[in-house]
């Protein structure tokens, strides 16, 4: 009996470190994007294209870069539906923004 109880407790430990990694890799997936928005805003604010398209070339896969501008400030938004590891696992939304002010010129 004890060893039946073991192994179940064995599997339900297995089991939340599988989620626990899983939650862990949203985190990374989502400090990825929040990193890409930033890098994206101080170059488009800087005026400098070649350095948003390097940086682009960094996105995460999948991930979708928005970027609007208004008169004195630029905003970036990052989103993407994560799906870490495996494609049959569930995709979670995330989403990261950026505003900066456009650099004098």
Same mark, same amino acid.
């Given at each position: 009996? +004890? %060893?039946?109880?073991?192994?179940?407790? %064995?599997?339900?430990?297995?089991?939340?470190?599988?989620?626990?990694?899983? #939650?862990?890799?949203?985190?990374?997936?989502?400090?990825?994007?929040?990193?890409?928005?930033?890098?994206? #805003?101080?170059?488009?604010?800087?005026?400098?294209?070649?350095? +948003?398209?390097?940086?682009?070339?960094?996105?995460?896969?999948?991930?979708?870069?928005?970027?609007?501008?208004?008169?004195?400030?630029?905003?970036?938004?990052?989103?993407?539906?994560?799906?870490?590891?495996?494609?049959?696992?569930?995709? +979670?939304?995330?989403?990261?923004?950026?505003?900066?002010?456009?650099?004098?010129?």
């Amino acid at each position: 009996m +004890v %060893t039946a109880e073991l192994a179940f407790a %064995t599997l339900g430990a297995a089991a939340a470190l599988a989620l626990l990694a899983w #939650a862990l890799a949203l985190v990374m997936l989502l400090a990825r994007c929040n990193d890409l928005a930033a890098a994206v #805003a101080r170059q488009e604010a800087r005026g400098d294209a070649a350095a +948003v398209a390097k940086i682009l070339q960094q996105r995460p896969v999948g991930a979708r870069v928005i970027v609007r501008q208004e008169s004195t400030e630029i905003f970036v938004t990052v989103e993407l539906a994560a799906r870490p590891w495996a494609d049959w696992l569930p995709s +979670v939304p995330l989403s990261a923004t950026a505003t900066v002010l456009r650099e004098p010129t």
